[in-house]
Structures are given as structure tokens and as C-alpha cells.
């Protein structure tokens, strides 16, 4: 399975962005598809998930209400539209996958594909 991001790049505060993650290979075994970040000097922090299957996403507090992922199931892509972004989203964020069915996994750990990051900088 290969992820790839795009759509990184600077921003204003209160602007937006839309990230893209296209999925390719032996996809069919990765229900759950989700989006994480890692500022400088921070961990890496679950943002969101949803799955190929449902309609269903969970969110990180700090971004509920601005933050919205989608997925078109058809181009085996995934998007992170993030709206009202503030100085302390900037990160690099991160594609993942992980198979089964549960996307309020929030640990990195329970995820097995990763793409290569796509780096967000919201400037004050």
C-alpha cells in the first residue's frame, strides 16, 4: 500500500487548505484511512479517521468544527479540508491506514501505512 499527500503549504491564519492522500496497491485490507501531525519537537498527534466503507470520522477536540475529512472512494483518495487554520496547526501531517473497522484508534502505533508527510504552516 503507498500513500501520497498533497496540498501542504502557507497559509494566513484564518485561512484554508485541502490536503489530498491517493491510495495505491493492495488497498482492499486498509478499511480505516485517517490523518495525523507532528510539530516540531511534538509527537505525533491523531487528527482524524473515517473509514473506506461508512460515513462515519472521529476528530481530535482541537480541530472538531474545523476541520472535515472525506474520501472519494472512486479515485481512492482521501481529503482533509481544513478550514479556520490557526498558527499552532502548523505541522507536517501524515496519510495512515490500518485494517479493521475501528477509526477511533488514535494511536499512531495502530497504524501501518504511512505516506510521506506534506508540511502546513499557518502564519500569524
Known amino acids: 500500500v503507498q500513500l501520497v499527500e498533497s496540498g501542504g503549504g502557507l497559509v494566513q491564519a484564518g485561512g484554508s487548505l485541502r490536503l489530498s492522500c491517493a491510495a495505491s496497491?493492495?488497498?482492499?485490507?486498509?478499511?480505516?484511512v485517517g490523518w495525523f501531525r507532528q510539530a516540531p519537537g511534538k509527537e505525533r498527534e491523531f487528527v482524524t479517521a473515517?473509514?473506506?466503507?461508512?460515513?462515519?470520522?472521529y476528530y481530535a477536540d482541537s480541530v472538531k468544527g474545523r476541520f472535515t475529512i472525506s474520501r472519494d472512494n472512486a479515485k481512492n483518495t482521501v481529503y482533509l479540508q481544513m478550514n479556520s487554520l490557526k498558527p499552532e496547526d502548523t505541522a507536517i501531517y501524515y496519510c495512515?491506514?490500518?485494517?479493521?473497522?475501528?477509526?477511533?484508534?488514535?494511536?499512531?502505533?495502530?497504524?501501518?501505512?504511512w505516506g510521506q508527510g506534506t508540511q502546513v504552516t499557518v502564519s500569524s
Open positions: 473515517t473509514t473506506w466503507s461508512g460515513g462515519s470520522a
Open positions: 495512515a491506514a490500518r485494517w479493521g473497522s475501528d477509526y477511533k484508534k488514535i494511536a499512531p502505533d495502530e497504524y501501518g501505512y
Open positions: 496497491g493492495r488497498t482492499f485490507n486498509m478499511n480505516v
